[in-house]
């Protein structure tokens, strides 16, 4: 009985953590400005949506990976998703919820955008510094 | 019984993350800035050093094994403590009530060593076997952890705090407690799942790697807005 309520417990406070990481680390790219072709490529003009996430991600596909990205971006991919199950699992009975939900999964979108713009600017000083040597 | 090679896997990949922590602090010259966090790596390199000694020596089974894992897990535990009291030190380093803050934890790790003791006390099972007490206090850590990285994490967010690697280096140590707590809670209810097994070992090389991304991502400097931590807008 004790270990059930402690796994509550814990899994209650797991959940919250991971939300807060993962929230920390989209707050992290929030202050970035896109540069004026990512959006143009992604059609983000000030704010992203929601569902510009899945478009920026495929776009992220076709450039060179920076290994540093890549857990964060695997978080911020996991939290998208539970963002998306909970929205059409609650959202019916808490509209408040789907508002803030779209919110969040709006930051994700940016935070993936905000990747896009790093991975083109490192192609670039690549690409210029092979054409130096 | 030994562990088997996914268990050992899992054991080196760990072991081989607290050691890029350490590289990484290094290299991004702030070893001595997350100095208890770096300590609290080295020693556990060195506890997986020792306990793979003992384990080669004497088997899984055995009392001496037992005695080392269950030793050192104690210490580490109070170690990462330290590391959880030295990150409060940081988010309360400008606010007057630091030294008392100190003192507190202090006061609080000893009332959590006496419960324990006291505990394993009146458990003639336990009473025993040498590793109880240690056993004890390690459980009980951890849950005083959960609680004070919950503590820390409304402090961080009351406070707004805005230096984005402290910020992140407090909500893995929450994670990482939340989840070990969760894994050793799911041991008790469902030791039958196979999967229980590696949960643990699994668990101990996020804390390593999500530090590790954290002193590759972002500098001393990096500033987040805190008014996005915050789940609810104000």
Redesign the interface.
Known sequence: MMAAIILVVSLVTLMMFFVSYCRSLTASSASHALSEEVRDVTGIASRASGHDFTRVMQLLQLCPDRPADRIGLRAVQLYYSFLGAAQSAISRMAPSFGSWSEMERASCAYFVAVVLDKRISLSREMLAQQSES | MQPGSVELFIWYIGTALELAFVVCSIARKSFFAYFFLNLYMLLTVLADVARWLVLRKFGFSSEQYMGCYYYTDALLTVLLYVSLISLYSRVFGELRFAKHMRLAAVVLLLGTAGFSYAVVAHSESRLYTGSGFAYELSQNLY?VG?VL??LL?GAVLKLRETR?RL??IV??L??Y???Y??S???Y??APQYGVVRYAAGAIGCLLP??WC?TM???SEE????PA??V??PR
Do not use: D, E, K, P
């Not at chain 2, 990096?222 to 807005?225: E, F, Y």
């Open positions: 849950f959960i990285s919950y994490w984005t910020v992140q909500l893995s929450g994670l407690f939340s989840a707590a969760a050793y809670a799911l008790n209810v790697l999500a991304i590759l991502r972002y990096s500033r987040l807005v996005q931590l789940a609810v």
